[in-house]
């Protein structure tokens, strides 16, 4: 009867429990880190079967796990907001983007009953720094719980060659000098990583680090050294190289082994496609072999920066890894990577410039943030190529190449297709993530990464916070997945900008600007996908299964009052 009475407890106990399980001792609360990266695509690391050469985070996911369906909320800001306090975007204030709206869901900023991951990690101990990318406005990381921060507070983008666009806090703090010509954003964040590091082993007390890269939102620029070798590459165009991606995709059991290439994704812009007379009859991205030889050449150049800038992070990463071995340190941490959106096709269907005049004498801590369409694209030939991605130059890779980052998904950032939602996500802990290398096909959201943190700190979440009450947890902890365990199929609700979704178990409701004021639109046209068998969202079930998509719509009514998608502007 007492070995009965074992059993049942020892079934009963909590993961973090099981996480100890087979060891001769208990372990001590893990360091964490998070690595987002910006508008990196669904595809573009080569673990996730890209191209492009990314070692270090590619020997994270052979010790690790990667997951296969993990979402984030469409946009920087709103992922942000989620990820920081594990809250869907809309409950955390911040539904759209950072700004001064008056509804629940669109304030564009933090809101009171909101608690960020260093503010509910501190009573267990945790020291939290944070570099790169804040952008969910005032007031900035000191005051929501962070010791240290170097990055830039306002805006979405930064030149990556001037340093004037970052900002040190607490003010006086050290900070790092750069020689003329030196600087270059990815080293600079991880430079002052690697020094709050330091900072936190002087305490010896576990510690957070958020370490939110610019890397490789637009204007892509890189190391000139770095791009040339991927020319060669890119010029062979994103037709041959989408389906390569996807074979290896397939080999590394990352989508079904009968999966067919679906179509090139649809052009983002369709006014400004047909200005630029690059819009094909059936709306989808060109082909690459209709396009001229001068073309050619400027977007294979564009894209070889895009990669050089992905390599450049990869190699960033790698030195944070490194920090972590030579202190000991790396056994016992648990390090996420994963994406804020899927890859950038804003808004120029070859890619745009921005105008390098408007953004001389930068505002410290405040970056890059300009109007939406209408941004030139030029044609680079000759030596102007080799000037792309290097001081003075700010350009994006446009939607075809987006469409390569993305491959096999249905469209990009901004919109709730796969495309826009899908990012893909590496967990690396040794101590406790063993027999390295698997997949994960657990359907997962960076919201969860603050539960997963209450959980592995043995911290518990507020109910009120500096005499405020706090919303309860949208997230759920990534620890049963760390162990491979089963969980219940899960309801996750997306919208951004009016293109919404909902995902229940296997079932996708899916539909773009969909949202009114007080709800749905009554012409609001849906679609619905079974996402074991069509994770791609070529196959449109709506018609076929109405009673679903009824049941479906409700529940995204529902969900989107509650999460305070609605009442929307």
């Known amino acids: 009867m007492k070995s009965l009475v074992s059993l049942i407890a020892a079934l009963l106990l909590p993961s973090t429990a099981i996480l100890c399980a087979n060891e001769s001792s208990p ?63 809309h409950e955390a204030g911040i539904g759209r983007f950072v700004g001064q709206g008056t509804l629940p869901g669109y304030r564009g900023r933090l809101q009171e009953h909101c608690v960020t991951l260093p503010e509910v990690l501190a009573p267990a101990g945790y020291e939290s720094f944070a570099c790169g990318k804040w952008h969910v406005n005032e007031p900035g990381p000191i005051a929501r719980g962070f010791k240290e921060f170097y990055g830039f507070i306002h805006g979405y983008a930064v030149d990556c060659w001037e340093p004037g666009m970052m900002v040190r806090r607490p003010a006086g703090r050290p900070e790092r000098k750069y020689e003329v010509g030196e600087y270059f954003a990815t080293n600079a964040l991880t430079d002052h990583a690697l020094d709050f590091l330091d900072l936190a082993r002087e ?126 340190e790396l056994e016992n941490t648990l390090l996420l990577f994963l994406s804020d959106n899927g890859a950038c096709a804003e808004w120029e269907p070859f890619g745009f410039d921005l105008d390098t005049a408007s953004f001389k004498n930068p505002t410290p801590g405040t970056g890059i943030n300009v109007g939406t369409p209408g941004m030139p694209n030029i044609l680079h030939e000759g030596p102007a190529l080799a000037t792309l991605g290097g001081a003075g130059s700010l350009f994006s890779y446009g939607c075809a190449w987006a469409s390569l980052s993305n491959t096999p998904l249905s469209l990009y950032k901004h919109y709730a297709h796969e495309g826009g939602i899908r990012t893909p996500l590496i967990a690396h802990w040794p101590a406790r993530i063993v027999d390295g290398g698997q997949t994960r096909s657990h359907v997962v959201h960076l919201m969860d990464i603050m539960a997963t943190c209450v959980e592995l700190a043995e911290v518990k979440y507020p109910a009120e916070y500096a005499g405020r009450k706090i919303r309860p947890l949208s997230g759920q902890s990534l620890v049963p997945a760390f162990l491979n365990r089963p969980v219940e199929p899960r309801l996750l609700i997306f919208e951004h900008e009016g293109n919404a979704a909902l995902r229940e178990g296997d079932w996708k409701l899916v539909g773009q600007q969909v949202i009114g004021k007080e709800g749905l639109r009554p012409m609001a046209r849906w679609e619905l996908y079974d996402m074991v068998r069509d994770p791609t969202e070529q196959h449109d079930l709506a018609r076929e299964k109405p009673g679903i998509v009824e049941r479906l719509s409700q529940k995204f009514q529902e969900e989107a009052r509650r999460t305070f998608v609605i009442p929307a502007p």
């Open 203 to 328: 305490k010896q007390k576990p510690w957070l680090l958020y370490l939110a890269y610019q890397a490789p939102h637009f204007p892509v620029q890189a190391p000139p050294e770095l791009t040339a070798k991927y020319v060669p590459t890119y010029q062979r165009g994103w037709d041959v190289l989408r389906a390569e991606r996807l074979a290896r995709m397939k080999k590394m059991g990352l989508l079904p082994a009968d999966l067919p290439l679906p179509p090139r994704a649809a052009i983002d812009n369709l006014a400004v496609a047909k200005r630029v007379g690059s819009l094909t009859a059936d709306g989808l991205n060109p082909a690459w072999d209709s396009l001229d030889a001068k073309r050619q050449a400027d977007l294979a150049q564009r894209m070889a920066v895009y990669a050089a800038m992905v390599e450049n992070l990869d190699s960033n990463i790698g030195r944070v890894v490194e920090s972590l071995r030579v202190h000991g």
């Open 27 to 89: 372990i001590s609360q893990p360091n964490i880190v998070v690595i987002l990266a910006d508008d990196l695509g669904y595809s573009d690391l080569g673990c996730y079967g890209g191209e492009i050469r990314t070692p270090h985070l590619d020997a994270l996911a052979a010790k690790g796990v990667r997951f296969t369906q993990a979402y984030n909320s469409s946009r920087c800001c709103p992922s942000r907001a989620s990820l920081l306090t594990g809250l869907y975007p």
